[in-house]
């Protein structure tokens, strides 16, 4: 099993570490810059690990055809051509600097997902710290070669991808060069439903493949997060908007920056709570261990009276012998005059 710390940005993901949480922009700037810095700015609020764009154009994507091959006949985009989507959803490559240079002013790592040679010839010219290769070309495996190349960290989503095409997707990673790699449990539906994430999938992965494992969610809530947290999930990416109701691309199955803020909160508070294996008693229960069950006399007794059942009983609190002793103490005898409501101890009795 994979227990190989990477690093993006400073920030250690991996074993012994909480979840790495990107906020995924996407399409969600809706064609405004001034959304975009806002976007960036509430992520950095929300407590996020990192933000995310996507890099690419509508002709570096694909073509400008209507022919039925590339129109979109079904879902949220319906009735519109591939170019006609990725015109209206792309994020301007001239942003990209003053993109970048905000984040870093705010504190919070950004990277993108390229999706040919010259996105990433870009992004390299912006120094990304990591890449992350989209569910869609998870099988383009020159272009995760291409990536492999920079030596930067690298996540990869699943989306769609068969247990094959993931391993020949991390083979090509590693044989282009890549040492750090996360691979991403995904469904690539908008919205997807809980159901279909089987997160049971995660530590199959981790153990077969011998790789990091993470979640990009694209279910509405943040209880899948929040259960793939439990279940050893090292990296979690959700999208970000800032009204869900906004008309965009991305909009409808994104979390606004409240939903962010909470994701953040409580993947952690999971993480915590998986902690270490550990039998014993914690920081908070000490105040309470008086209240435990122990053996306290119920009688008076004179010294070196018998004591008998009906003298003894097991209640709280706990400052007596514990209960299991209780056969033990039956049937000794007491050394001194005891009261009702002494604690027995062992200095009081003797066989």
Known sequence: MSKKIIEISGQKIGSGHPPYIIAEMSANHNGS???????????????????????YTADTITLDCDTADF???????????????????YTPWDWHEQLFDYAESLGI???????????????EGLNAPAYKIASFEA?????????AATKKPMIISTGMADFDEISEAIEAAKAGGCEDLVVLLC???????????????????????????????????NITSIAS??????????????????????????????????????????????????????????????????????????????????????????????PKYLEEVIGSTVFEDVVKGRRVSRQLIHK
């Not at 810059?33 to 890099?55: D, H, P, S, W, Y």
């Not at 790592?109 to 992004?123: E, M, N, Y």
Request: proline share 3%; hydrophobic share 40%.
């Open 139 to 147: 099988i383009d495996l020159p272009l995760i070669k291409y990536v």
């Open 229 to 322: 947290a439990a279940l050893g999930a090292c990296v979690i990416e959700k999208h970000l908007t800032l009204d869900r109701n906004g008309g965009g691309a991305d909009d409808s199955f994104s979390l606004e920056p409240s939903g962010l803020a909470d994701l953040c909160r409580d993947v952690r508070t999971a993480w915590d709570a998986l902690g270490q294996v550990n039998y014993g008693l914690k920081s908070s229960e000490s105040s309470n261990i008086k209240f435990r069950r122990s053996l306290y006399f119920v009688k008076d007794l004179a010294a070196g009276s018998v004591i008998t059942a009906d003298c003894v009983a097991s209640i709280r609190p706990g400052y007596g012998l514990a």
């Open 109 to 123: 790592a950004i990277f993108s997902t390229p999706f040919d040679k010259s996105a990433v010839d870009l992004l």
């Open 33 to 55: 810059i001034e959304k975009a810095f806002e976007i960036i700015r509430q992520a950095a609020k929300a407590g996020a690990n990192a933000v995310k764009l996507q890099t």
């Open 187 to 221: 469904v690539s539906g908008y919205p997807a439903p809980a159901e279909n994430y089987n997160l049971r999938t995660l530590e199959d992965m981790r153990t077969r493949l011998d790789v990091s494992v993470g979640l990009s969610d694209h279910t509405l809530d």
């Open 71 to 89: 129109v979109i006949d079904d879902g949220l985009w319906a009735g519109q051509t591939l170019h006609e989507l990725y015109s209206s959803a």
